[in-house]
Structures are given as C-alpha cells and as structure tokens.
C-alpha cells in the first residue's frame, strides 16, 4: 500500500489501532490503592476493581452445616474401616462428610471416593487419597498455625468444589536435546502462567517449595567470594517472588519493607508468615505428596510421572487470605483434632522468626 493514498481518516484508524497494540498490556482506570506504610515510603497496595471481582465471586465460602453434637457414640464403633476421624461423634462425623462431598466432589458425590456397595472398601484410590489429604489438613492445622493461625484450612481451602485444586504444579519436561542448537534456555525464557509470563525461570517451584534451596538474591558481604547468589539464582527468586505476589494478588510491598527488601527489621509482618509458609509447603509436598506418587494412577500424573504439588496459589487462589479469611475450620472440628499417638507427628521447624523480628532473621529469606 503506497502510504501516499491513506486518507486522513485512514492515518487516524491506524493510529488508533497502534494504541490499542500498545495499550493492551496496562490496565485501564480507575485503579484502588491500600496504604500499608508510611506515607512516603511507596508502602501501598494497588488493586483493579474489575479484577477483584472475579477474585472475591472466587473465594466466597459456602454456607456451613447446621451444627452437630459431639456427643453420642464415636464413628469408629458405629461404622468399619474409619481409620482417622474414628474420634469425632457420629454427628460431627456425618457433618464433615457431607461437607467433604459439597467442597470436593458436589457432581458425583460419595462415590468418587466409595464404592457404593461397601462404603467401608479401600478400593478407589480416591479414598486412600482422601484419608491422607485430612491427616494433610490436621497436620495444617496442629503445627503450622504460625502461618494459618486459628483461622485454619478445611478441604474446600484448596478444591473450590472441585476434585482435583484449580492450582497444583508438576515438575517440566526438560529441554528437548533437538532444541540445543539455540542454547541451555536454563528453564526459562518461555511464557509460562507460573510467572505470569515473565521471561523468568518457570519453575520456581522445585528449588524453593519441594527443594530447600536458599532463597536469596543481595549480598551480605563485600567480596564476590562470600556472595555464593549467582545471576541465575537471583533469576530464579524473582520467579517464586513473582509467583507469590500473583497467587496472593498483591505486590511486593504486602511483605517487604521499601527501605530495604532484604533487611527484617521493620518490614510488614507477612514476612515472616509468608516465611513459614514457604516451610510449611515444603513439609506438606514431601511428607503428604510424594508419599501418595504410587496410589495415583498415571492418568492423574505429570509427564515425568511425577504426582502433583502444593504451591501458594493452590490455597490462596488470587487472596490477601484463602477465602479472604473466612473462618470455616470451626465449622469442621474433626479437622482441627490432633492426631492419635500411633500416627507420624510432624512438627514445624523452628529455626525461623516466630513473629516480627527484632533482630537479623534467617538468611534464606
């Protein structure tokens, strides 16, 4: 086309349409802002309304079951093969079934996880899965209350009415070895939803929330022979920071204090929960996950046959808080019991701040 026959008009449409190529990677106004800090120190929260809306519809808790009594006989001497809440009254027992059928499988109900001839059989793996996943959510809510205080987690927490979380991870095919004539992409480069299609590595997640990769970017000493954080690793903490700040649908600043991003001292206290949740996955991915990797079967599995992964986005899902905080554990006592003596006690670490701390916190953070 000779640009010398393009109307007036026609130069304004292209115009307008190069605005919008340019125009469609920002979002439009108006735009909501929390202040989090003091006023000039950039400590702010940027929200866009139109967004929010499909964040809050998405985390609406369901209504509660009306409320049993904990009184009366034990489920364990009522029904066969009650191998973990055998403790709860059959009332409380029946309440957290019904719910566990409304937040996990509402379409296909008990049968996803029993048989329907003999409620007590073992033979799906859904139900072995099951068993596991509410010893997963006693154990959240024993020992890791440092990161869900007594707000807790319940199965709807993850699932949404949903059987399989709208977030897990699995671990990625590595590079196709035909492709080495472009070089050792290093796992990134690619758009990827994990890091909201940044250029960053894409799988912040083996390292960081299965790994216990030191999580580190700045130097803490002057000589490059006592900063062991390369490039690469600084790369890779960006991906799991941008991870985080997507999954919890905030911006760096909910944890980090502007001053200084490296420093403790002073910073908001969602460091230090978000310190421990980084643990707290860790321990769920490698003591109730990979545990499960031969009950699943292949077609539930990643292509390196991996089993899938917590990350921060399985229980977060766009909130501050998981269903903005709603406190749906008191609805479900048997979630919140401790585990009998018999069973395997995980403990949280305690290597970290417990609350914000005064003085230098771990260096891993």
């Not at 999954?247 to 600043?253: A, E, I, Q």
Request: charged content about 15%; glycine content about 8%.
């Amino acid at each position: 086309m000779n640009p010398k026959h393009i109307t007036s008009s026609g130069w304004l449409r292209l115009l307008a349409l190069g605005s919008l190529v340019l125009l469609t990677a920002c979002e439009r106004p108006p735009m909501d802002t929390v202040q989090n800090g003091y006023r000039g120190t950039g400590m702010v929260q940027v929200y866009n309304p139109r967004i929010m809306e499909g964040v809050i519809e998405a985390n609406q808790p369901p209504a509660p079951p009306p409320p049993a009594s904990p009184e009366g006989p034990k489920a364990g001497d009522v029904y066969q093969n009650v191998k973990v809440l055998g403790h709860l009254s059959v009332g409380d027992f029946t309440n957290l079934m019904a719910s566990m059928t409304q937040w996990v499988a509402p379409e296909k109900g008990c049968v996803h996880c029993h048989n329907a001839a003999n409620f007590a059989d073992d033979s799906l793996y859904t139900k072995l899965v099951a068993r596991d996943m509410i010893k997963m959510t006693q154990t959240i809510n024993a020992d890791w209350k440092n990161h869900v205080s007594t707000t807790g987690v319940t199965c709807f927490t993850c699932h949404r009415g949903e059987p399989v979380p709208k977030f897990v991870w699995f671990k990625p095919v590595p590079q196709n070895a035909g492709a080495d004539f472009i070089g050792n992409k290093m796992r990134q480069n690619t758009p990827a939803s994990s890091v909201k299609l940044a250029s960053l590595p894409y799988d912040p997640f083996s390292s960081y929330l299965l790994g216990k990769e030191p999580i580190r970017v700045a130097a803490t000493k002057a000589l490059p022979t006592d900063h062991k954080a390369s490039i690469a690793q600084t790369e890779k903490t960006y991906s799991l920071m941008t991870h985080m700040s997507a999954s919890l649908g905030v911006n760096c600043t909910f944890c980090h204090a502007t001053q200084s991003f490296g420093k403790w001292e002073g910073g908001p206290p969602q460091r230090v929960t978000a310190y421990h949740g980084i643990r707290m996955v860790q321990a769920l991915n490698n003591e109730h996950m990979l545990p499960l990797t031969d009950t699943f079967p292949p077609n539930r599995k990643g292509e390196l046959g991996d089993v899938a992964k917590l990350n921060c986005a399985t229980c977060h899902q766009g909130a501050y808080k998981p269903v903005f905080g709603a406190p749906m554990l008191k609805d479900s006592p048997g979630l919140a019991a401790l585990r009998t003596a018999f069973e395997k006690m995980a403990t949280a670490p305690t290597d970290g701040p417990a609350a914000a701390p005064a003085a230098a916190a771990p260096a891993t953070q």
